[in-house]
């Protein structure tokens, strides 16, 4: 069977990431939640074994990378805190507005360093399934009381050395998650740290709880060390990502300049280069 070239960049992509992130190939598996058989089959080569429809699923949990980041200061300071979460083994907020661009800076920082493992949060999501998301992304398949798990969310941490636990969109989480975030950080206190991050009224919400004195508020709200805010894009910001991002036309470019978040321009470019 002849390699395609969707093939080959999976076979690229699963390479990369395990000697990247130093992970093993079952570990690999079981966080993208495919058999440990099938990244062994495309391994070796064995591609009559693995469908085009595997194959995309593998695909989307690298993420597309048809965008080129540009370290802005947003992306600078994420990364920073990042650094800084995990040497203190602490638990640090960073707060942006809507397009800040910390999510493409907490997915480059957990991409390019090993020890990482990051949770993305939704709306619709319970407090067995966000424990299980963060143990799905640890490589590991379990599911117990939300107490056992919990538990083994800590254990695993604790057998770690200078790791990270990076928690995207917990603004999305219920007070009920929150507590449970506290107890993994009292559980892996001066062994591992957390970043959680989240629009302004994750903030706003957990301080609020915390003033009203309402259950476990004012013991979360005081085990976060410090509150980071993201800034504005600016001019020279927007103009360097547009020109890293194939728009190098001056008056596109000034049109973008009104634009108040990274998201905007990030449309703005993708729209100019698919109407042309």
């Known amino acids: 069977m002849k390699k395609t070239e969707l093939q080959q960049e999976i076979q690229d992509l699963v390479s990369q990431f395990t000697q990247k992130k130093e992970v093993s190939q079952k570990k690999l598996a079981e966080m993208i939640g495919v058999s440990s058989a099938t990244l062994s089959n495309i391994?070796?080569?064995?591609?009559?074994?693995?469908?085009?429809?595997?194959?995309?699923?593998?695909?989307?949990?690298?993420?597309?990378?048809?965008w080129a980041i540009v370290e802005t200061t947003n992306f600078s300071t994420v990364q920073n805190k990042c650094d800084e979460a995990r040497n203190r083994r602490t638990m640090i907020g960073i707060i942006g507005y809507t397009g800040a661009g910390k999510t493409t800076a907490l997915v480059n920082y957990y991409e390019s360093h090993s020890n990482t493992f990051m949770v993305t949060c939704t709306r619709s999501m319970r407090s067995k399934q966000f424990l299980s998301e963060i143990l799905k992304s640890m490589?590991?398949?379990?599911?117990?009381?939300?107490?056992?798990?919990?538990?083994?969310?800590i254990e695993e941490f604790n057998k770690k050395e200078d790791s990270l636990l990076i928690i995207d969109e917990a603004s999305k989480l219920s007070a009920n998650c929150l507590m449970y975030i506290q107890d993994m950080l009292d559980g892996i206190e001066n062994n591992a740290g957390i970043i959680i991050a989240g629009v302004e009224y994750l903030l706003l919400n957990i301080k609020?709880?915390?003033?009203?004195?309402?259950?476990?508020?004012?013991?979360?709200?005081?085990?976060?060390?410090?509150?980071?805010?993201?800034?504005e894009p600016s001019k020279l910001e927007i103009k360097s990502i547009c020109?890293?991002?194939?728009?190098?036309?001056?008056?596109?470019?000034r049109a973008m300049y009104r634009l108040g978040n990274f998201r905007y321009v990030r449309n703005s470019i993708h729209n100019l280069k698919y109407s042309e």
Do not use: C
Request: hydrophobic share 35%.
């Open 43 to 66: 391994q070796n080569n064995v591609w009559e074994r693995v469908n085009d429809s595997m194959l995309h699923k593998i695909k989307s949990f690298f993420r597309a990378k048809d």
């Open 243 to 253: 020109m890293n991002n194939g728009v190098t036309d001056e008056e596109s470019i």
């Open 208 to 231: 609020k709880g915390s003033d009203k004195n309402k259950i476990g508020m004012p013991e979360f709200y005081g085990r976060v060390a410090q509150w980071q805010h993201l800034v």
């Open 139 to 153: 490589g590991i398949n379990y599911l117990a009381s939300d107490f056992e798990m919990v538990k083994y969310i």
